[in-house]
């Protein structure tokens, strides 16, 4: 029971901590310091949902291990992250269709656990579709702009809408736990919000004067552990402090 | 035109206003030099931000846990703020930040050149907090008063959210000083290499330097480069002692007749090479702005290609 | 090659209701939407605000210093506009 909803925080936090640890990548490196300050606010809001995840993991766990135990010390197969996150940033049309995709899908599914029988859940929620509401926005204007702005730019956007869209689907997959979780009344059932998040992402795309592909292979396997080629170089940074000088204090 | 005398005339007025401690504004008249002055250390200020993001920039993906991770996004997120405040301080004198950046990537202005020295290891993150921010500050709180009203409100600013950078940085050498002694040594080699290009950067020594005398009259400066360097070692010291790190001077000894520490000869060969180009990252730090910025420019034209068509369309209704 | 540079937008917060909007101080951006998305991020990331204005920086005017003896120096000598001007009994406590 303890085990089923730890690993199911993890499943809601891995995404956050991924995506986190991508967009930390960019500090200093954006197309304007306005942009560089506001994927910055982004990304420390994940971070901050990835603490509140973890804590309330680890305590559920009980076995001593910390919030940084959890984010930093297991191994690439026990990630349990969408791929879509892990995707690099090729340039900024993928980092913003990136986050569109994924800030989407976070909303409808912030908005839905908020009713969790579990109150930390619920609270955790109810703090983070604020944020997430932002993050939309804000991606959305982007992904409009980029869309709707010069030939190179809407070729940009487009050609990055049609490289992710092989990893959304995953977002809507359901595990055995998330089965176990959600019939406990304290998780989300994402497989009802899928239409939704299509309607609202084609939507989008129509007003960007992006197409919508057409494609209907899909990419799985994150929610599993087993990843794209991209999360193991991520992890090697992510985790490399951890791993190179074990059991200190920081 | 003016005539010479006049031009004399308002430059007496106006050292006279700045001698009252009147604020200096946009739109009033100032003498050439002035503006010249004001642009050069402001945009080098705002440049010194920018490309200060870089070597700790380096560390966040690398931070050893989450809550070091989110305290270096925001503090290396609060240099990019700063950069931005010195670059509007510098717009209200008629220069634009495109302009100023072309300065930066042609070489042409210069920026702290303690950021062309490299982050090797995540006590870095804690040296620089605690030395070069230290430095900074003592460099910064007097220019909240400076003459020139837009930049002494961007300092209020800085200096405001500047107050927990060094204070992350000692903290991190407190932990890693009180730790394992895998991390002091990490804490004292970082120590070790900071410590004299910390001392460098409050700039060279006075007889060098060539814009003091001018700059204390506009309160740009209120205190030599020596008088800071003194100040900050002396404070800093202690702070060593405190948590048991060594600075690294055979030299430095407390001199109870001055009150201050005496310290050994500063490299000031080294300074001048980082200076002029040839420090160890100067660059990848130029690389790194530069390709920033092209890689940057089809989104910025994307941006205002679609804010004009968007314009255009409301026009039509 | 870039055709234009994004303009510079004034930044104007109000801290809590009840005081005024106060100019924060000016960022880029490339439309009004960006520059509130912008303000909010560079501006009030410290909690230091509830309400954002901003305004292209081309589109105010300013007043000229040049001009600040006729403008402003005739109010100086009309010190009837203050109350201090007013000889009251000293009994009369608060007016």
């Known amino acids: 029971m303890k085990e089923n909803l730890y690993k199911y925080i993890l499943g809601i ?11 930390g990548e960019l500090c200093g490196h954006g197309p304007s310091l306005e942009t560089d300050i506001a994927c910055t606010n ?17 305590k559920i766990i009980g076995d001593g291990r910390s919030e940084d135990d959890i984010a930093m010390l297991r191994k690439e197969r026990e990630y349990v992250n969408v791929l879509l996150v892990e995707q690099p940033n090729r340039d900024f049309a993928y980092t913003m269709a990136r986050q569109f995709l994924f800030d989407v899908y976070h909303l409808l599914f912030l908005n839905e656990l908020q009713k969790s029988k579990d109150v930390t859940l619920s609270a955790i929620a109810a703090k983070s579709i604020k944020e997430v509401s932002y993050h939309q926005r804000f991606s959305s204007d982007w992904v409009k702009r980029l869309g709707d702005g010069t030939e190179e730019s809407h070729q940009k956007m487009q050609s990055a809408i049609d490289g992710l869209w092989t990893y959304t689907d995953e977002l809507f997959h359901q ?34 004067s992006l197409s919508t ?12 552990g ?11 940074d992510l985790q490399y402090m951890q791993r190179t000088y074990p059991n200190m204090e920081w | 035109m003016m005539s010479e005398e006049q031009i004399k005339n308002l430059e007496i007025q106006f050292e006279e206003r700045i001698a009252r401690d009147e604020k200096i504004e946009p739109k009033d008249w100032m003498p050439e030099k002035y503006r010249k002055t004001h642009l050069r250390q402001m945009s080098q200020h705002a440049h010194s931000e920018i490309i200060g993001m870089l070597p700790e920039g380096n560390w966040i993906t690398r931070a050893p846990s989450l809550r070091r991770k989110v305290a270096l996004l925001a503090k290396v997120q609060d240099e990019a703020g700063h950069g931005l405040y010195l670059y509007s301080a510098c717009e209200t004198l008629g220069t634009s930040r495109d302009e100023l950046y072309e300065q930066l990537h042609s070489g042409k202005a210069k920026y702290s050149s303690i950021f062309n020295y490299p982050t090797v290891s995540w006590a870095d993150m804690g040296a620089i907090g605690w030395l070069v921010d230290g430095a900074a500050i003592i460099n910064q709180v007097p220019l909240c008063n400076t003459s020139y009203g837009p930049y002494a409100r961007a300092m209020v600013r800085v200096c405001k959210e500047e107050s927990f950078h060094q204070r992350q940085g000692y903290e991190i050498m407190i932990k890693l000083a009180n730790g394992t002694p895998e991390q002091k040594e990490m804490a004292q080699d970082a120590l070790n290499r900071w410590w004299w290009p910390s001392l460098m950067m409050l700039g060279p020594t006075d007889a060098e ?21 003194q100040q900050f070692i002396d404070q800093t010291v202690p702070q060593a002692e405190l948590i048991g790190l060594t600075i690294p001077d055979a030299d430095l000894k407390w001199n109870e007749e001055r009150g201050s520490y005496d310290f050994g000869e500063i490299d000031w060969n080294e300074f001048w090479q980082v200076v002029k180009g040839y420090g160890p990252c100067n660059k990848e730090r130029m690389n790194a702005r530069v390709g920033a910025w092209e890689r940057g ?11 004009e068509k968007k314009q255009k369309q409301k026009q039509a209704v | 090659m870039s055709t234009k540079n994004w303009p510079l937008w004034e930044v104007f917060v109000r801290s809590k209701n009840g005081l ?37 920086s081309k589109d105010i005017t300013a007043s000229n210093p040049e001009n600040n003896g006729e403008l402003f120096e005739p109010a100086q000598d009309k010190i009837y506009r203050h109350p201090t001007f007013y000889d009251l009994p000293d009994e009369v406590k608060h007016m």
């Open chain 1, 226 to 236: 087993i990843h794209t080629e991209h999360l193991g170089y991520l992890l090697s």
């Open chain 1, 42 to 58: 982004i990304s420390l809001d994940l971070f901050g949902q990835v603490r509140s995840y973890y804590q309330y993991a680890a």
């Open chain 2, 209 to 229: 330097s060539i814009h003091t005398a001018q700059s204390m009259k506009w309160k740009l400066k209120r205190k030599s480069n020596d008088d800071l360097r």
């Open chain 1, 175 to 208: 595990t055995d736990i998330d089965k176990i979780i959600v019939s406990e009344a304290i998780g989300v059932d994402v497989t009802q919000l899928k239409e939704t998040y299509y309607n609202l992402v084609s939507e989008l795309l129509q007003e960007a």
């Open chain 2, 297 to 307: 420019e089809w989104v910025r034209d994307a941006a205002m290609a679609h804010a």
């Open chain 1, 13 to 23: 936090a891995d995404n956050s901590l991924i995506l986190g640890q991508r967009l």
């Open chain 3, 20 to 56: 005024e909007h106060r100019h924060f101080g000016s960022l880029h951006a490339a439309d009004a939407e960006m520059a509130l998305e912008n303000a909010r991020d560079v501006y009030t990331r410290r909690n230091e605000g509830i309400s954002i204005w901003v305004v292209e």
């Open chain 1, 213 to 224: 592909p057409e494609s209907k292979w899909f990419q799985k396997g994150g929610k599993q």
